[in-house]
Each structure stands twice: as structure tokens, then as C-alpha cells.
């Protein structure tokens, strides 16, 4: 990176000392790190500008011009009409649950696999339903899940339950359905997490007599715990916008009614767009609050080296 | 691993054991339902169908329209891999090679697109594509599916540039290549490999992603899962089955290319990892 970056003293070698207006512009810039491979990075850039940036400003801009009212008219709309504020609670007490039954369940499932032989054959099979994506799994727990799929005809047949459960069109679908795409998620990113740490560390403190459960609670998890933050804030994210299972496996004019639906709905149904993108900020805040106090939390955490060795 | 034999450690892994079969148990019995029910006659209220048939998959092509589909769907899925691979390469080798001033405001804009769901961004992004007439078309399908495509490129990529030596490229200067033939004899060649890599994991991405071909597509310009979300949430106008049979195409289709992925990469690469993970 600085093999080429002589450029400055090498202008000034002509003649003494040399205003620094006298160097060329080209020069300047290149001692700052912009040259022709640093302008490698502008379409890209631009484009970002121009379809995220934009679209999200303008978006913002176009909420504080409601159809009627004035400017706050839209967020007073939504934060005094239950059927819109009530859809900020309904997503959270979807999305969190699931979210932290996710980061709980990927950790020792990640701890358990991270040394078989045939991890790659179960990560292979886990990352199925995240390629297959949520439309995919909403159909198919429709099938799976409904009152003569094979699910509860096994909990029938074994006696548990008498008559099928409902677990399609309700609450319990949409939580579901967020377990089987999001576990494998949270699984992977915490496997990625849990194979960096020195195995040296347990081994000595295996050494110096810790059982299973305080090697875990007093090396592993203060290892695990900062990347774990991570896991839930990009699980979180994913939930939180939870839209197609929502509204096909779910009851989308009820409890899982999220307010990624309120969002289309302003869009694509009232044709308010100045309304959908008012829902839409106030989604990006809400994620952002959730996600900006478990990353204040995780400061308080080590963040250090999970490499062992002297130090 | 270190051996531990007592009671309690044997019960816990077990129990660990018994989660991780239960999960993909029921995740091949969901698939298998879908499946089974696109090759049934009839199947209502017993284990398995009264009887076997591949119509459905005659009658779900005529009915959705599935060669226009997937002709889309392929349109757009090559042209969103292209373009993310001619923005997002050059970029990573900006941010891999220098250091200039604003290169964390930079990395910041292309990490937000990652981190910021698809609804959220799609919503604005709709609107204004909407107003400057490109949704609707395989245009705004292409363009709104390159917006965390391209970072996505990046951010795979940027690494992947870091761990070649510069030396490489210095070297072949110093005996007279030019841009160009450093470029085509030098670059190329070492950065194949991570291109390939990068644009198949676009590729499988791109075939799955609901939420912004959704919210810009228009009647002409569905791709295969906006389709199919269509047609679930009108079930009851066509057979369970039809939709079933849709359901199995668009799988094969996916998982084709996840076969094929996966030979080059890692299935954690798929998650897309955060960018601390390179820093440890």
C-alpha cells in the first residue's frame, strides 16, 4: 500500500522548500490515499448514493409531508391509531422471543458441532431453509403444520394430543416459522464465532480441575458472549421484518398483524406513500433502538483475543 | 475435545443431540410434505395421498405462467450477478489496496444495505422508483435487487483481495505490464477464484430474495418466489397441489444452485459473516 506513495518528498526535492500550493493537485490528493484504484470504488459508491441514500432520505423527507396535516401529521397518525402503534408491540413480542430462543439454542448446538467429523454435511442441511427463503417455508409449514399434516398427526398417533393443534393462521405459525429460518442462521454465524476460540484455553482450564458447566460459564461464554451480541442484532433485524409468513401463515388482520403489513398496506394499498414511508422510519428507529442497546450492552463485555499463549 | 465422561455431560449432549435431530427431522418432513403433496391425486385426511400423479406439474406451467417466470427470473437473476460483479469487484480492490480519507464512511455505506432489512429500505426505494417509472419493469427488479447485492460483492470480496500480496502486482509492473495486461495475466487469474465464489453466493441469494422483487415487480416482471407467494396467498383459486408442484420447481431451481455454490464455498458464507470476524 505505500510502495508507491514517495510522491510528496519527491516534489519537494527540486528546489528547497516549496508552498504546499505549488505541488499539483494529483500529487496531494495521491499522498492522501485518492488515485486512479481509489476511483475504482465510485461507481459502486454512486450507486449506493443514488438507490439507498437517496431513496432513504427522500423517504424520510416525504414522511413529514403528509396527505393532509401538518408536518408530524403522519407520526401523530400512527402513534394515536391503535390498529397502526399496536403493530410496533406485535412485532416485538415476535421477533424478540424468537430472536433470543434462536441465539440460545445456536450456542451449544454450535458448541456440540464444532468438532464432529460431518460438520460440513450439517451445515449444509441447515443452510437449506435460509436458501430456500421464507415464502418456501410458509408453504410448506402450511402443509406441514395444518390439522391433517403429518406433524400433528405423529403427536395424535403417539397420544399426546387428542384432537389436532392449531398451529397455522395464528401467532404460533409466524413464531415457527421464524425458528426455522432463523435458527440455522443464528447457528451458523455463532459456529463461525465459536471455532475462532482457542481450544488451549479449556484444555488448561480442564487442567486446573474445572468441570464442564464452569469451562463453559467462566472460559467459553465471556469468548462467545460479544459475537453472540452480533447474532442477535442481525437475527433481530431479519425477524423484525418478518412480512410473507406474516401475512400467509399467520392472521394478518390479528395478533401477527407486524408492522411491515402496515407498511405495505399504506403503500400498496391506500397508495399513501408519504404514510409508508412515515411506518417505515419509524420500523428503521425501533430496529435501531434495539439494536443500539444490545451493542451498548455488549461495550461493557471482553472484547479481546480468543487466542490463548502468554499475556 | 476434551473428554468428559460423567453423567451429566453425556445426559447434556444428548439432549443437545436429540434438539439437532428433531430439528432436521422436522425440516425434511416439511420439505417431504411439499413434496409428496405436488405428486398427489387426492390426499385429504390420511398419511399418505390416495394415489400418485405428475399433472400437477403440467397444469401449475400452464396456470402460473411458469416459462415466462422463470424466463424473468433468469433474466434478472444474470443481469443482478453481473452488475453487482462489475460494481462491487473494482470497489473491493479500491478499499482493499488504499487507505484514503473517508474510506470508514465508505465501508459504513456499504455495510447498511446488509444490516438494514429489505423492507425497511424497500418501501422508500419502491417509491421512488415507482415516481421515476422503473418499477414494474425487469429494470427496477434488477436495479432495487442490486442494492445489497453489490455491497454484499464488497464485503466478500474485500478480504478475499487483502490476502494476495501486493508484491504480485508491483512485480509484474516493474517487467512492463501494463494496465491492461496486468490486469487480464495478473489480477484476473488470482481474484477468479473470489469472484466466483462471491457472485454464486449473489446468484443463490438473488433467486430467494422476496421482499424488494415484491414490493418494485410489476405483472411482467415476477420472478419465481414473487410468484409463488402470490399464488399461497391466493390458495383456494387453485388446487393445494398446483401450488405444491410451483413450490417443488422453484426448490429444485434454488437448490440446484446451492449444490453448485457450495462446492466453492463454505455454507457459513452464506449467512454473510460480520466484519469483526476478520479483525480477530
Excluded at chain 2, 150 to 161: A, D
Amino acid at each position: 500500500m505505500t510502495s508507491l506513495d514517495t510522491s510528496l518528498p519527491r516534489a519537494r526535492n527540486a528546489t528547497a522548500p516549496v508552498a504546499p500550493e505549488a505541488v499539483p493537485l494529483r500529487q496531494r490528493l495521491k499522498a492522501q490515499g485518492y488515485d486512479g484504484i481509489t476511483l475504482l470504488a465510485l461507481p459502486a459508491a454512486g450507486f449506493l448514493v443514488l438507490l439507498f441514500v437517496y431513496p432513504f432520505l427522500y423517504g424520510l423527507f416525504l414522511s413529514f409531508k403528509p396527505k393532509a396535516g401538518g408536518l408530524l401529521a403522519n407520526y401523530a397518525r400512527f402513534f394515536s391509531d391503535p390498529f397502526l402503534y399496536e403493530t410496533i408491540g406485535k412485532t416485538l413480542w415476535l421477533a424478540v422471543p424468537v430472536t433470543l430462543l434462536n441465539a440460545v439454542l445456536a450456542v451449544p448446538v454450535a458448541l456440540r458441532v464444532r468438532d464432529i467429523r460431518y460438520q460440513r454435511v450439517l451445515t449444509t442441511i441447515l443452510v437449506v431453509p435460509i436458501t430456500l427463503g421464507t415464502v418456501l417455508v410458509a408453504q410448506g409449514l402450511l402443509n406441514y403444520l395444518g390439522p391433517q399434516g403429518w406433524f400433528n398427526r405423529v403427536l395424535m398417533t403417539a397420544g399426546i394430543i387428542s384432537s389436532p393443534v392449531k398451529l397455522i393462521h395464528n401467532y404460533w405459525g409466524v413464531f415457527l416459522s421464524l425458528l426455522i429460518t432463523g435458527f440455522p442462521f443464528a447457528f451458523l454465524l455463532t459456529l463461525s464465532y465459536v471455532s475462532g476460540i482457542d481450544r488451549n484455553l479449556e484444555r488448561s482450564a480442564a487442567t486446573l480441575g474445572a468441570g464442564g458447566w464452569e469451562r463453559f460459564r467462566r472460559i467459553l461464554l465471556p469468548l462467545i458472549l460479544p459475537g453472540l451480541a452480533i447474532t442477535f442484532c442481525l437475527s433481530f433485524v431479519q425477524a423484525f421484518a418478518v412480512f410473507p409468513s406474516a401475512v400467509l401463515l399467520g392472521s394478518p388482520a390479528g395478533p401477527t398483524r407486524v408492522i411491515s403489513i402496515a407498511a405495505y398496506q399504506a403503500a400498496f394499498e391506500e397508495y399513501d406513500y408519504a404514510m409508508a414511508s412515515a411506518i417505515a422510519m419509524v420500523m428503521g428507529a425501533v430496529q435501531l433502538l434495539v439494536v443500539g442497546l444490545v451493542l451498548g450492552a455488549r461495550g461493557f463485555l471482553y472484547r479481546g483475543s480468543t487466542a490463548g499463549g502468554k499475556g | 475435545m476434551i473428554k468428559d465422561t460423567s453423567l451429566t455431560a453425556r445426559l447434556w449432549s444428548a439432549a443437545v443431540w436429540a434438539f439437532i435431530v428433531f430439528f432436521v427431522v422436522n425440516l425434511f418432513a416439511m420439505i417431504g410434505s411439499v413434496v409428496t403433496s405436488s405428486f398427489a391425486t387426492r390426499w385429504l385426511g390420511t398419511w399418505l395421498p390416495a394415489g400418485w400423479t405428475t399433472r400437477w406439474y403440467g397444469s401449475a406451467w400452464a396456470e402460473f405462467q411458469l416459462g415466462e417466470v422463470l424466463t424473468v427470473t433468469f433474466q434478472a437473476v444474470f443481469l443482478v450477478v453481473l452488475f453487482s460483479g462489475l460494481l462491487g469487484v473494482p470497489a473491493a480492490y479500491a478499499l482493499a489496496r488504499r487507505d484514503f480519507k473517508g474510506k470508514r464512511l465508505l465501508m459504513l455505506l456499504f455495510l447498511l444495505p446488509l444490516l438494514i432489512p429489505p423492507i425497511t429500505f424497500g418501501i422508500p426505494l419502491a417509491t421512488v422508483l415507482y415516481q421515476t417509472g422503473f418499477a414494474g419493469s425487469l429494470a427496477g427488479v434488477v436495479l432495487a435487487n442490486l442494492v445489497p447485492t453489490v455491497p454484499f460483492v464488497v464485503l466478500v470480496m474485500v478480504p478475499f483481495i487483502e490476502q494476495i500480496d501486493p508484491k504480485i502486482e508491483a512485480a509484474a509492473q516493474v517487467f512492463g505490464a501494463n494496465t491492461s495486461r496486468l490486469f487480464l495475466h495478473v489480477l484476473l487469474p488470482l481474484l477468479l477464484p473470489g469472484i466466483l465464489a462471491a457472485l454464486l453466493l449473489v446468484l443463490v441469494r438473488t433467486i430467494a430474495i422476496f421482499e424488494l422483487t415484491f414490493l418494485v415487480a410489476g405483472p411482467t416482471s415476477q420472478t419465481l418466489v414473487v410468484a409463488l407467494y402470490y399464488a399461497v396467498f391466493a390458495a383456494g383459486v387453485r388446487a393445494v397441489q398446483s401450488i405444491d408442484a410451483m413450490a417443488v420447481i422453484y426448490m429444485v431451481t434454488t437448490l440446484i444452485w446451492l449444490v453448485i455454490a457450495l462446492r466453492f464455498v463454505n455454507p457459513t458464507q452464506l449467512v454473510g459473516r460480520p466484519r469483526e470476524q476478520a479483525a480477530h
